[in-house]
T-cell receptor
Framework: DTAVSQTPKYLVTQMGNDKSIKCEQN?????MYWYKQDSKKFLKIMFS???????INETVPNRFSPKSPDKAHLNLHINSLELGDSAVYFCASSQGGTTYEQYFGPGTRLTVT | QKEVEQNSGPLSVPEGAIASLNCTYSDRGSQSFFWYRQYSGKSPELIMS????GDKEDGRFTAQLNKASQYVSLLIRDSQPSDSATYLC?????????????FGAGTRLFVKA
């Protein structure tokens, strides 16, 4: 049973395209996150949702738009992809807000050419 | 000053030895502290969480927290080659929208057989 799942696992696309990444968790958690891990392996928070409400929105270009249709799902849509968007994107979830343990999905490796 | 600092390593220890990983943080108001393990090409995996000063033990792992010194560490006893990975320190810290989790850059650990 996969706790936090993401699709797709790999995404290769050209500059200027629009793409989406989907995340689902079956842990019953109320908080979900998107993180970006760049080529230097630095993991940085992008967004956080608690019960479908946006609670953290870091300094991220507005080409990135998260959407949470329900508390088990958090999707990430990226418009006008740029070379610098190439990274691994991780979804995570936790129960009780941002204070507690987070559990990560397997990641989506995005390559923009 | 970086919010969460770790020695990038690599830290190399022989099999069976104790590996000591250290982390300092800048926000005195931080309440939650975590250690994650990340194998190459995989997602971060939670190892330990610690919320109060002192030691917390779980199997071969011991997390130590000293809020006065703003210092958290992870000890791995009887290190095994399978412990070779990058260890990420994560600290819950105050942001504009509430608390968020900040990750250190990670320490690479090599356990030599």
């Amino acid at each position: 049973d996969t706790a936090v799942s993401q699709t797709p696992k790999y995404l290769v696309t050209q500059m200027g395209n629009d793409k989406s990444i989907k995340c689902e968790q079956n842990l019953g958690h109320d908080t979900m996150y998107w993180y970006k891990q760049d080529s230097k392996k630095f993991l940085k928070i992008m967004f956080s949702y608690n019960n479908k409400e946006l609670i953290i929105n870091e300094t991220v270009p507005n080409r990135f738009s998260p959407k949470s249709p329900d508390k088990a799902h958090l999707n990430l849509h990226i418009n006008s992809l740029e070379l610098g968007d190439s990274a691994v994107y991780f979804c995570a979830s936790s129960q009780g807000g941002t204070t507690y343990e987070q559990y990560f999905g397997p990641g989506t490796r995005l390559t923009v050419t | 000053q970086k919010e969460v600092e770790q020695n990038s390593g690599p830290l190399s220890v022989p099999e069976g030895a104790i590996a000591s990983l250290n982390c300092t943080y800048s926000d005195r108001g931080s309440q939650s502290f975590f250690w994650y393990r990340q194998y190459s090409g995989k997602s971060p995996e939670l190892i330990m969480s610690i919320y109060s000063n002192g030691d917390k033990e779980d199997g071969r792992f011991t997390a130590q927290l000293n809020k006065a010194s703003q210092y958290v560490s992870l000890l791995i006893r009887d290190s095994q080659p399978s412990d070779s990975a990058t260890y990420l320190c994560a600290v819950n810290t105050r942001g504009t929208g509430g608390f968020k989790t900040i990750f250190g850059a990670g320490t690479r650990l090599f356990v030599k057989a």
